[in-house]
């Protein structure tokens, strides 16, 4: 029961250029959306949320895009870094519901390339 | 900058036996979480907890597993008769309020059932 997609298991980039990170989910229920971003043998660190009545909220170099109409989310890293190299999950929540566990996609590897 | 710390870092047990895994949550946070990471797959919602009470749990968390804080400060997850599948990466996280931008995970505790 995957409600939360990450079709991407991995990708690579070369430094300064644009990191695109894809999330489809499939719960209408879901209405806060966060990516989290891990390093081996660490736990996962919060990066940036958007709620679902935002289409974009931005933080430095990360923006998340959100297209409730799709069902889909994005995150954007520019420019990339060596140490944005890491695993990326999307994460969602049904915080409407009173719901507030997180259900984590499979993640996403990121490599930046110097 | 204040952490989560979780022991042990690896356990090794038989199946059958029971496994207490540790937490020390941040000092003023008020909500604490586990989650798990079985090897390839994503991290999973185990349980949240507040104000001494279980406030969510998801299906995996059954009969077998137990949580509690027993001294104020300690945060433990008790698995009492474990199997080969709970092998896995288990997450402590806690937080001030209940979104997930302000959840903080610890590094996890790698255990492996034989």
């Known amino acids: 029961d995957q409600q939360v997609k990450q079709n991407s298991p991995s990708l690579s980039v070369q430094e300064g250029r644009i990191s695109i990170l894809n999330c489809d989910y499939t719960n209408s229920m879901f209405d806060y959306f966060l990516w989290y971003k891990k390093y081996p043998a660490e736990g996962p660190t919060f990066l940036i949320s958007i709620s679902s009545i935002k289409d974009k909220n931005e933080d430095g170099r990360f923006t998340v895009f959100l297209n409730k109409s799709a069902k889909h989310l994005s995150l954007h890293i520019v420019p990339s870094q060596p140490g944005d190299s890491a695993v990326y999950f999307c994460?969602?929540?049904?915080?409407?519901?009173?719901?507030?566990?997180?259900?984590f996609g499979k993640g996403t590897k990121l490599s930046v390339i110097p | 900058e204040p952490e989560v710390t979780q022991t042990p870092s690896h356990q090794v047990t038989q199946m059958g036996q029971e496994v207490i895994l540790r937490c020390v949550p941040i000092s003023n946070h008020l909500y604490f979480y586990w989650y798990r990471q079985i090897l390839g797959q994503k991290v999973e919602f185990l349980v949240s907890f507040y104000n001494n009470e279980i406030s969510e749990k998801s299906e995996i968390f059954d009969d077998q597993f137990s949580v509690e804080r027993p001294d104020g400060s300690n945060f433990t997850l008790k698995i009492r008769s474990t199997k080969l599948e709970d092998s896995a990466m288990y997450f402590c996280?806690?937080?001030?309020?209940?979104?997930?931008?302000?959840?903080?995970f610890g590094e996890g505790s790698w255990l492996t059932v034989v």
């Open positions: 996280a806690s937080s001030v309020g209940r979104s997930g931008n302000t959840i903080y």
């Open positions: 994460a969602a929540s049904r915080t409407g519901a009173g719901s507030y566990q997180l259900t």
